[in-house]
């Protein structure tokens, strides 16, 4: 019962770093790019498209691929408790 609390939070706070970041993209005092960024992290530990839209970036933006490892890595320590993805090596 707690995982599936777990994976509705995770989803509702995914989803909610999205939309801040879609406004964020016309709203002066929000940093759009950034938001938008942390939700697809978030999002991209249930979903497909997001994983590989953040491969995309990754190969866009090679500079932020050291980031968003340890942003992916860091969201998915906190929702299988530990465990390190399945396709990638642990960072260290």
């Known amino acids: 019962m707690k995982t599936v609390y777990k994976k509705w939070s995770l989803l509702i706070v995914g989803w909610g770093f999205l939309l801040l970041g879609i406004a964020g993209l016309f709203l002066p005092i929000l940093q ?10 978030i999002l991209s530990t249930e979903y497909v498209w997001a994983h590989h839209l953040l491969l995309k970036l990754k190969t866009k933006f090679p500079k932020f691929a050291g980031t968003i ?3 992916r890595e860091r969201a998915h320590r906190w929702i299988h408790d530990d465990d390190p993805p399945a396709d990638e090596e642990p960072v260290k």
């Open 32 to 41: 759009g790019v950034l938001f938008i960024a942390i939700g697809l992290v």
């Open 69 to 71: 490892d340890k942003g």
